[in-house]
């Protein structure tokens, strides 16, 4: 079905993201230009920032008149898993940048205000940004422009969404325009890379959808999803490849000892008396990678998600509204409202309910199937009861009618599902211990396969990626008025 649909043999390809590089080149016949100027490619690199996830407020019960258990006298709420369809998928549809990358001149009296969405020519700009602290309290459970830095007292880079103020921050300029219509200041422009974009991806996107679609078996319908992957190789980092030499003897110019000896020697691996590895630190680094595609996409995709919540949800429901968790392309919400499935179907516009019931409770129709940038009910309107998050990538939730969700990275997934309770992540969050598990793993260490058995840390009550509001299950972003 590759050769047919594509005109290309995977038998050629190492892996599928390899072949479906090559596929997008022949169907789209984008002429990419190389990056020859050392600081744009620098410039670029530092707005790859990847995608956010972080536990905004770690409990909640809903309490509605779809739940078993629902008490009258308490306010309505619901529990909400929305996520988006095909996220990237839709930034990638979106004007791309592909050649005429030049500095501009005048950054003082460059106005990014009047640039229009579908222009042939767009900006990445290099800003001071300031986060007033009136607007603290309403972005408290999403901030705009999060950065990657160290949480207070940790040693680790993370990707932060902080309320402060934002120093020589890159950033596209649709995702600028947003956060100044929602408050943020320019205290400064430092540069502004100008380039040619069109939505140059968006066939090959929208071709894979229509392979997707009529697809007849699972094995196909997973093979055109990935087929939309091309996103990850414009994202490669070169400077992470290394250069590993496999030698079998030890004199001779091309010998172990004459590779130790060079100033680039960084480590070896003895596999055997005959045979062994040799890593050498690169003399140079190739930039030939079109990073500046990846850059983009990641960054106009955050603008899809940051509409939703700071453009729909916030002026909706107002203070009756927090966002329990978020990652990447899905929100967690607990609402206070009479009913929600009624606004979903006010506003059935924003959504894909193509994955509800036919005969729904809520009288939903089923609409916008797979139609990417809307937002999708992961519940497909199964009632979700209760939420506890940890920290990031480290949740669960109760859901009426299936079985409970468990989250906990680093953990295998079958001491997940045998060994941790709901109430386990709760206990951990209400007494702050840590809990362990011992679980066994298959190891390779030179080509030697072996099993080990290891006690894990599984559950953590911290969270280094927010303030933790004393005595409550609440967060607050770092830079917070409240956490000076």
Known sequence: SCVASYGLDPAYYYTLPGFTWDAMLKHTGVKFELLTDIDMVMFVERGIRGGLSQCSNRYARANNKYMPSYDPSKPSSYLMYYDVNNLYGWAMCQPLPYADFRWVDDVHNFNFTTIELDLPTSYILEVNLEYPQHLHDAHTDLPFCPTREKPPGK???????????????????????????????????????????????????????????????????????????????????????????????????????????????????????????????????????????????????????????????????????????????????????????????????????????????????????????????????????????????????????????????????????KSIMFEDYTRCLNDAIEMTRRQSCIRSKLHEVYMISETKIVLIPHNDKRYIVSGSTNTLPWGHYRCK
Request: contains cysteine; hydrophobic residues 35%.
């Open 155 to 417: 040693s680790e880079d993370k990707l932060l969404a902080t309320l402060c103020d934002k120093q020589h921050y890159i950033i596209h300029y649709r995702n600028l325009q947003q956060c100044t219509r929602h408050g943020l200041r320019i205290a400064k422009v430092h540069r502004i890379l100008q380039f040619a974009q069109v939505p140059w991806l968006r066939d090959y996107i929208e071709l894979n959808i229509k392979f997707r679609t009529l697809a007849k078996n699972d094995f196909e319908k997973n093979l055109y999803k990935l087929m939309n992957n091309v996103f990850g190789k414009t994202m490669e980092n070169v400077r992470d490849r290394v250069n590993v030499k496999l030698l079998t003897k030890w004199e001779g110019r091309y010998g172990a000892e004459a590779m130790i000896a060079k100033p680039n020697f960084h480590s070896r691996s003895v596999f055997s008396e005959n045979l062994v590895a040799m890593e050498l630190r690169k003399l140079e680094v190739k930039f030939d990678k079109p990073i500046y595609v990846g850059m983009c996409s990641v960054d106009i995709s955050k603008t899809c998600l940051y509409e939703f919540h700071h453009e729909y949800m916030a002026p909706l429901f107002r203070n009756k509204c927090k966002i329990m968790y978020t990652d990447t392309d899905s929100l967690i919400y607990h609402v206070e409202c009479d009913d929600v499935y009624d606004i979903m179907k006010r506003d059935i516009n924003r959504f894909d309910t193509s994955d509800y019931s036919i005969d729904n409770p809520y009288d939903i129709p089923l609409a916008n199937k797979k139609v990417p940038g809307l937002m999708k009910d992961e519940n497909n309107g199964a009632v979700m009861t209760d939420f506890v998050g940890l920290r990031a990538k480290m949740y669960a939730l109760l859901v009426q009618g299936k079985k409970d969700t468990k989250k906990a990275k680093g953990v295998k997934s079958s001491v997940v599902a």
